[in-house]
């Protein structure tokens, strides 16, 4: 008799609190349809004054601005420029962390629209135009309206937020250290100590209304090389004077191809080796002295990260050696790859399914774009995922990139970022209630 009335008195709680449950993610999806024009308009403002990594000052003191008036306990100035909004539920539970990236890229905009950017700042010693030319200035927007919606049902939250708005995705200006690393180093993930971790993106090639995810790997690390090469210089006309570093060099970028093509078993992992700048030379009948390219490696698993590391310094250095020049090579690791938990990703998706609907929860095959999000990732259990933004009435195909001047975002995917936000805090909550930190 008494485990039917244990059995009976669970179910009927179970009931309720499914019921409140329901109840709170109805207030969150009112709140999240009346904060669309609100969202757009910060948005536009974000993305008609873009400022670069560790320079956000602007969008910092605005980011601040707002999460004050909600009354979340706010810090300023981790990792240069980074905010952090802390929202103490009224239940005790567990710490759950929302990410926004705050800067834009060095790009000039030619998409035609009014909020358009003009900017201009100073990257790496030069002038350059500055746009949000990845969406980040979405983000920002999409994470200040999730924090007024979990400010507005504070009282029913079973733990704590913490909004992390973050600078420096792109990568900090050279000699300085930034983004999520200097974050987590400066403690973003302690006091209180973080659970988890949730963050969005918007992606210009995913429709309107649908969510992309993936688990385990899902966006690529990001390494960064630098090949320096020392010849002998001599006059152009004369070239068997002296060592060649540009012939030399031409050979090593061929080299480098083979590395993906030869060494890597594609079947299994992808990668990418890429070229992307040669410095050399001061005129066109001089043959220089020395050289120096950079490049970018992607990699989805750790044992072909280091094997494409270990193949560049090999290939470099045996080209050079076989032209009598020598090779340097630096490899620094920018980011980490971006890293579902499955256990956290399997219990989440039903989430999201619930709402965008099942349908438009799709997997996605990895990318080979690098996200700093993947430092948080190696602390704690985290999911990323995907967020709809294509111009409506284009093509995907058509669709300009992210790192663009044409880069576009259509705006009416907003509310779904929100509400996918929102209710991923709340049922990552109910699941692992406990004694908040």
Same mark, same amino acid.
């Given at each position: ?244 570093? /540009? ?11 083979? /590395? ?36 970018? /490696? ?140």
């Amino acid at each position: 008799m008494k485990k039917i009335i244990l059995f009976a008195g669970l179910f009927i709680f179970s009931l309720f609190t499914s019921a409140q449950n329901a109840a709170l993610k109805s207030k969150i999806a009112q709140k999240a349809a009346s904060l669309e024009s609100k969202v757009i308009t910060w948005r536009r403002d974000f993305h008609q004054n873009p400022e670069l990594g560790n320079r956000e000052f602007k969008t910092a003191e605005k980011i601040a601005a707002h999460l004050r008036s909600l009354g979340i306990e706010v810090q300023t100035g981790v990792g240069k420029t980074g905010v952090v909004g802390i929202l103490r539920g009224g239940k005790p539970g567990p710490v759950v962390a929302l990410r926004a990236d705050i800067d834009a890229l060095p790009v000039k905009e030619r998409v035609d629209i009014p909020f358009a950017s003009k900017a201009e700042g100073e990257y790496n010693g030069n002038i350059v135009p500055i746009m949000h030319a990845c969406g980040h200035d979405t983000h920002i927007a999409i994470l200040m309206g999730t924090a007024e919606i979990l400010a507005s049902v504070k009282d029913d939250l079973k733990g704590t937020v913490k909004f992390i708005f973050q600078p420096a995705e792109e990568g900090p200006p050279e000699g300085e250290e930034g983004g999520a690393e200097l974050m987590i180093k400066e403690g973003v993930l302690n006091n209180p100590k973080v659970d988890v971790i949730f963050g969005l993106h918007i992606n210009a090639q995913t429709e309107v209304g649908t969510i992309k995810y993936r688990p385990k790997g899902t966006m690529a690390a990001s390494d960064w090389f630098k090949i320096k090469i020392m010849g002998k210089q001599t006059h152009g006309a004369y070239p068997w004077l002296g060592i060649d570093p /540009i012939v030399t060099a031409s050979q090593i970028v061929m080299g480098l191809q083979t /590395i993906v093509s030869r060494n890597v078993n594609i079947t299994e992992s992808a990668a990418v080796v890429s070229v992307g700048q040669i410095n050399a030379g001061v005129r066109s009948n001089v043959i220089p002295e020395e050289l120096t390219m950079n490049g970018t /490696i992607r990699s989805l698993d750790s044992k072909v990260q280091q094997m494409v590391h270990s193949r560049i310094k090999q290939i470099a250095t045996a080209i050079a050696e076989s032209a009598g020049a020598t090779a340097d090579v630096t490899i620094t690791n920018k980011t980490a790859i971006t890293y579902n938990d499955p256990s956290l990703t399997e219990k989440m998706i039903p989430t999201l399914e619930a709402v965008a609907g099942k349908e438009n929860v799709l997997l996605t095959p990895a990318v080979t774009g690098a996200e700093d999000f993947s430092f948080y990732q190696e602390k704690i259990p985290g999911l990323y995922f995907f967020l709809g933004g294509a111009p409506k009435g284009k093509p995907i195909s058509e669709t300009a990139p992210h790192h663009t001047p044409d880069f576009y975002i259509d705006e009416s995917g907003f509310v779904l970022g929100m509400k996918a936000m929102s209710d991923l805090t709340i049922d990552y909550m109910e699941m692992n209630t406990k004694k908040n930190k």
